[in-house]
């Protein structure tokens, strides 16, 4: 290879970076050089993220020496050197020692493109080290090359701390505004309490570029005693202890401030002690809802903070509608964090009332009725409303411009009747509150009322009350520890509820309460299933086919729910890879009688679906000539199903996509008690098996036969398979220690 004098750039790149790059290059300026640890570091970055990185090298043997094997740098290394922007020659070199001009000219050769031509280096200069500031200046074009998409970022952020000041901090870690960021072989100590700027990928800093200020303010940071006599600092997720004046930090401690530093030492303290309480009504985006403070901004900088017990920070998720857990510290007329300071003990849920056909949760006109005295109430107004009154509510209504109408009776034995609603059982009525907001999309109708009192509407809209009283006590465990998750979940904050009334968290007051189910509710007051102290996911569906399959079905790690196993729903537990095609084959089209659910209709069905009725959902896939099960999950769920047309083939993933696609509402299913069933939208299961019964050439088209057993997802405890193992004899906790396995009934 020809080597030149000077460094020059292909056409394309300006002149005027054409000229800088030729000063560099002969007037090579005074400094520091580049580490080759730094520059290998730097150029492997721009090439891929750490964990990418880290990856590529699993299960293979090392090139590099051994010595440099444990060191941060020595992965970037290996990478350069087994994807070639390391040669032989430079492997053995110190990656201590000065990055040379050689080395730099060699990957710019391996990235090719206007990169091969970029940077070409004489004899005499191959082996010198390369000076720092023309590193970088060569960096920013490799970063073009191989980052065109950008993933070498710069970033300007408050450093809060790393190892040299943060006790509990690992190796390499810089607390951020930005998050928490790693910086092998960066110098940050110095910059610690200073607004900087840096090259970062993902979250790996490449470089410290300059500090951009000295001076900088900590917002809404909380003040605690530290050792002796320091003030400690909760900031960015990380522990800081400064020294101040005893009166100081008596005057200071277990508050909220803002905290001004100049050049690292604290400048000022400004305390925010003004707090309010109140229940939470909303928590949206940029604002909070409090009972008796109405609607108020969120600061830029909001924070969120548990300080009963042990210290931690929290999320704006963690405040929770319909409940006063939290104090708010205000200023300025914003709120600049909630701190929690006692444990959620949930009494009431608050209930999204969707519309007739639970099609949306906004309704155009709401009308009640008084089933006995009542009081509304709207801003500071309150009236009593006598039994039997229709009140109609449309969204111009001028109450609804104080925020909310609500609705309570004057006694709990009453209840209030929705009539703009139609339920299973009619025209439902619910108890506890009722509570009316205006959104731009239609009104909003919430029910809140105790979780028990909700309980004993779920069971029964959930399972038949007919059904042995010990498969409705699991029921009951299930329904209360779905509904604690979901109430911490806070789906619907933005909104002053919890859940809706729908198959998409709990069916609520589809149909009249009973005596069995109200006892059942009663005979486990307060219990939860938990696993290690936690909430279980209480994960339920209605009948499986002989199998349920794991908690991996929506993504989740295997490892996150342990207690959500593949299991046969059958006395005997005798297991089979069902993910196995054959034997799923074999299995799903026998009776396998001993299974819990062996009884119920729906343990088996079959149904016959020609590629027509398919092509009326997949009408850009051409004529549909196949049709299989490509991927099974545990237990024999389908994961995935190909479709194969003649202009195009489709994946289909998932439970919810198989499902909803190949069902539709002309077929008829064959039942396990030889009974028809048509009408559905939607596979009953995605345990399924499917191969050709006919083809017919001439008029081009073809039947397919769906094997399938069960009802539902698959995931927890069966319902049926319940009620079965309660007319074998067990009681409630065996059904669920048997379906939850490892998990516990807790009471509260």
Not at 634 to 656: F, H, W
């Amino acid at each position: 290879m020809k080597i030149n004098k000077m460094f020059f750039w292909v056409a394309g790149i300006p002149v005027l970076l054409i000229l800088l790059i030729v000063i560099i290059a002969r007037f090579e300026p005074e400094g520091s050089h580049i580490a080759r640890a730094s520059a290998y570091k730097a150029a492997a970055l721009a090439l891929a993220d750490r964990e990418t990185i880290e990856e590529s090298l699993e299960g293979s043997a090392w090139s590099i020496p051994e010595n440099e094997k444990n060191q941060w740098f020595g992965k970037y290394k290996e990478y350069l050197f087994r994807n070639g922007y390391i040669g032989g020659e430079h492997l053995e070199s110190s990656a201590v020692e000065s990055f040379t001009y050689g080395e730099a000219a060699y990957i710019a050769e391996q990235v090719g493109g206007e990169m091969k031509n970029a940077l070409t280096v004489s004899t005499k200069k191959y082996g010198r080290a390369m000076p720092q500031d023309e590193w970088w200046v060569f960096y920013d074009y490799l970063r073009k090359a191989v980052d065109p998409d950008g993933a070498v970022r710069e970033e300007q952020v408050l450093l809060y701390g790393t190892p040299a000041n943060v006790k509990e901090a690992d190796s390499w870690t810089a607390y951020t505004s930005g998050g928490v960021w790693k910086f092998e072989g960066v110098a940050l100590d110095a910059c610690t309490d200073r607004e900087i700027e840096v090259l970062v990928r993902g979250d790996e800093i490449i470089r410290m570029v300059r500090v951009v200020d000295e001076t900088v303010t900590y917002e809404n940071v909380w003040l605690s005693r530290g050792s002796g006599e320091n003030l400690k600092v909760y900031v960015g997720g990380a522990y800081r202890e400064f020294a101040v004046k005893e009166k100081e930090l008596d005057a200071v401690a277990d508050n909220l401030a803002d905290l001004r530093l100049k050049k690292g030492k604290i400048d000022k303290i400004t305390v925010k002690n003004e707090r309010i309480t109140g229940e939470v009504l909303a928590v949206a985006g940029d604002h909070i809802e409090i009972e008796g403070y109405g609607v108020l901004p969120l600061a830029d900088n909001f924070k969120v903070y548990k300080t009963y017990g042990l210290f931690a920070e929290q999320k704006k998720k963690d405040i929770l509608v319909g409940y006063a857990l939290q104090e708010f510290v205000v200023a300025d007329g914003e709120v600049c964090a909630a701190l929690t300071t006692r444990s959620f003990d949930a009494k009431n849920i608050r209930v999204l009332l969707m519309d007739t056909g639970f099609k949306t949760i906004f309704h155009d006109r709401i009308v009640l009725r008084a089933d006995g005295p009542l009081l509304l109430s709207w801003g500071d107004e309150v009236e009593t409303v006598a039994e039997g009154t229709v009140i109609e509510i449309l969204p111009d209504d001028e109450r609804l411009a104080e925020g909310r109408i609500v609705l309570e009776p004057q006694s709990v034995k009453n209840g209030i009747a929705a009539e703009s609603i139609e339920r299973a059982q009619g025209t439902p009525s619910y108890y506890g509150t009722l509570e009316i907001r205006k959104e731009p999309e239609g009104l909003l109708l919430i029910n809140e009322l105790d979780i028990e009192d909700y309980l004993t509407r779920v069971v029964p809209s959930e399972m038949p009350s007919y059904y042995e009283k010990e498969a409705l006590k699991a029921q009951a465990v299930c329904a209360r520890t779905y509904a604690y998750r979901q109430i911490q979940a806070n789906a619907y904050s933005q909104y002053g509820a919890h859940v809706d009334d729908s198959t998409n968290y709990q069916v609520y007051n589809n149909t009249e309460t009973y005596e069995r189910t109200d006892a059942a509710v009663a005979e486990t007051y307060g219990q939860l299933l938990t696993v290690g102290g936690e909430l279980a996911e209480a994960y339920y569906f209605s009948t499986s086919c002989g199998y349920t399959t794991d908690g991996t079905l929506w993504g989740a790690p295997a490892e996150s729910v342990p207690y959500l196993k593949a299991i046969p729903v059958t006395g005997n537990q005798v297991e089979m890879n069902l993910a196995d095609d054959a034997l799923f084959e074999e299995y799903i089209k026998g009776k396998n009688t001993d299974a819990y659910d062996y009884a119920f209709p729906l343990y088996r069905w079959r149904v016959d679906i020609t590629n027509r009725q398919l092509e009326q959902k997949l009408d850009r896939l051409g004529v549909i000539t196949g049709l299989e099960v490509t991927e099974r999950g545990p237990g024999g769920i389908a994961k995935e199903v190909k479709v194969t047309g003649e202009g195009d083939t489709k994946i289909l993933s998932g439970q919810t996509q198989i499902r909803n696609t190949l069902g539709n509402s002309s077929l008829v299913y064959t039942k396990n008690d030889g009974e028809a069933l048509s009408g559905w939208d939607s596979l009953p299961s995605a345990f399924i098996h499917i191969e050709v019964k006919e083809r017919n050439e001439e008029e081009n088209t073809t039947t397919f036969t769906i094997w399938g057993g069960g009802y539902g997802h698959g995931v927890g405890m069966s319902q049926n398979g319940a009620e079965g193992m309660a007319r074998a004899g067990k009681n409630y906790r065996e059904i669920l220690e048997f379906f939850y396995r490892g998990a516990e009934i807790q009471e509260q």
